[in-house]
């Protein structure tokens, strides 16, 4: 049974106060296919979209979109493309373009960074939300915000591997080693599990580290978060510094969580976006 929450607090005090960076789960085709709807009238509930992070495909949001369902939420979980930061925000731009009615941004790790930029300027979203999350300001980099706190064992789990791009340019992607994924990444899942993970996780190109945020919705959009306080990717005082900079009207803690909450809590991950959704749309 999927532990309680240890904490819940509101850090914002009113509706009107808007705002001021992977992973892998088990794999469905199901989530990974996922395509843009619209909800299919209007006054009907919002269109939720998930974003994952790097190392990920959508199916990292399985257990989540089938309660999101089950509860009537329109749901999509597009393939973040993980080239880079610039590449990845315009094709999440315009799958939020393609859906009619108000929507709820979700961002796990590395798609926090994507949705900041993402949204920014997209009318139709009306709340972020924020799953053990980087969450940047205007021109600030993963890279360097990964060691603002101490804790995370990422850079140590990764190994590049060159790449050949289609300009004729070399690129660098990165990979979770086998022997330190599920520590650095999914602990709280089990072995069998997180070595299916580990085979069959995506690249994801260095640049997205280094690329620099260009446009930040969450001063003007508002956020809900979730920290992972067990996370050894993203450290959760890294995540609380994220979050209380972004006056994130709520955040919830999970117990024991990992980097890949969603998968291990997606109970608790469900239930704060449907706060969001309630609260905004």
């Not at 999101?68 to 493309?81: D, E, F, K, R």
Request: aromatic share 6%.
């Amino acid at each position: 049974m999927e532990p309680d929450l240890t904490r819940r607090r509101v850090l914002a005090g009113t509706a009107a106060a808007a705002g001021t960076a992977a992973l892998l789960g088990p794999l469905s085709s199901a989530a990974s296919a996922a395509a843009p709807v619209a909800p299919a009238e209007a006054g009907t509930k919002p269109t939720v979209v998930l974003v994952h992070g790097g190392f990920a495909d959508a199916s990292c949001w399985n257990g989540v979109i089938e309660r999101l369902q089950h509860a009537g939420y329109p749901t999509i979980a597009p393939a973040n493309p993980l080239r880079s930061l610039p590449t990845d925000a315009a094709y999440i731009a315009s799958v939020l373009r393609s859906i009619s009615g108000p929507v709820v941004l979700v961002g796990h790790s590395y798609g926090g960074a994507t949705i900041t930029n993402a949204a920014a300027g997209a009318a139709n979203v009306k709340a972020l939300v924020y799953v053990a999350a980087f969450v940047p300001d205007k021109d600030e980099q993963l890279s360097v915000l990964i060691n603002r706190y101490p804790g995370s064992i990422i850079e140590a789990a990764t190994r590049g591997v060159p790449y050949d791009a289609p300009d004729g340019t070399t690129g660098v992607d990165l990979y979770l080693e086998a022997d330190r994924f599920r520590a650095a990444f999914a602990a709280d899942l089990p072995i069998a599990t997180t070595r299916l993970m580990q085979a069959t996780q995506r690249p994801f190109s260095a640049a997205c580290f280094t690329d620099r945020t260009a446009s930040v919705a969450w001063r003007s959009v508002p956020s809900w978060a979730l920290v992972a306080d067990a996370d050894k990717a993203i450290p959760p005082a890294l995540q609380r510094f994220f979050y209380d900079r972004a006056r994130a009207r709520q955040v919830v803690e999970a117990r024991g969580a990992s980097h890949v909450a969603m998968i291990s809590h997606p109970r608790t991950t469900t239930r704060l976006i449907e706060a969001a959704a309630r609260a905004t749309c």
